[in-house]
């Protein structure tokens, strides 16, 4: 495993595991990229650590990492951890199974991907909650077909934002006695008490991250990374940037500093005027 901050970081929403995932890569390029995708999270990927797990050199391995970057797998940047101390900058590498273009590392590096959805399981939280009444109210035990039955409601209370202790209060204070028919009581309360919806506010996501250059590990934005690589390493022609209106050309500082001095010392020499006898 890698340093925190330097190992393996899996992007979001990727596409399940599939045998043809780097089907469209090399084979040297997609033997790689398999290898890394099934290391786990924060696992080492320098060209040093698998170069010691691979049939590859070095030199080998820093090719086609690139390429796999070329390719829309793979990204190196930075991001920002907070703790309760500090803000620390740790370097990243973050890989994709599922091949993404510019526009969608721009947007992850803006935090604007969706996170993976979970897995659903098998039983759903209304489920779970309605088998589990009976140890509340042995009264409101249900069987299997009425938990299943029930179920649509109780999600439609989750959904509205209620917590599990509000449904619990909500069905079991002040049972009647006897109990005659608990699916036929839990319907009723369900559908009597049910809560307003609920409007939460979105909450607000500050993402500080960026990219850097593969080749020179200049930093950058994604747009200006485009391939993962900046303008110059592109062989693109970089404009000099222009200053405001009047302002002295980088490389004619010099110069301008020397007229400067020179006419601060020919200030200097001047001969001081006195009155007559």
Request: charged residues 25%; positive net charge; contains cysteine.
């Amino acid at each position: 495993m890698a340093n925190p901050g330097y190992g393996k970081r899996s992007a979001p929403s990727q596409l399940p595991r599939d045998n043809r995932d780097f089907a469209h890569l090399p084979a040297r390029e997609a033997s790689i990229a398999a290898y890394i995708d099934r290391l786990p999270e924060g696992s080492d990927i320098s060209v040093k650590t698998l170069a010691k797990h691979l049939p590859y050199g070095q030199c080998a391995l820093r090719t086609a990492l690139n390429r796999l970057q070329d390719a829309g797998h793979l990204r190196r940047g930075s991001e920002c951890v907070a703790n309760d101390e500090v803000l620390l900058w740790v370097t990243r590498t973050f890989f994709s199974r599922t091949a993404r273009d510019d526009e969608w590392w721009a947007a992850f590096t803006r935090g604007d991907v969706p996170a993976e959805q979970p897995r659903r399981p098998t039983r759903s939280r209304a489920f779970a909650l309605l088998a589990a009444l009976g140890r509340t109210a042995p009264a409101l035990t249900l069987s299997a077909a009425d938990c299943t039955a029930l179920e649509p409601q109780v999600g439609e209370w989750f959904e509205r934002g209620a917590t599990e202790a509000e449904l619990l209060h909500a069905l079991t204070d002040g049972l009647p006695a006897p109990i005659h028919h608990a699916p036929a009581l839990v319907r009723r309360r369900l559908a009597d008490k049910m809560p307003p919806e609920r409007v939460a506010p979105a909450p607000r996501r500050t993402v500080l991250r960026t990219l850097e250059c593969s080749e020179c590990r200049s930093p950058g934005s994604a747009e200006a990374l485009i391939g993962g690589r900046c303008r110059p390493c592109r062989g693109e022609a970089v404009a000099t940037p222009s200053g405001p209106d009047g302002a002295v050309p980088s490389n004619g500082v010099r110069e301008r500093m020397n007229d400067v001095r020179a006419g601060l010392a020919r200030r200097s020499v001047t001969p001081r005027r006195t009155g007559c006898p």
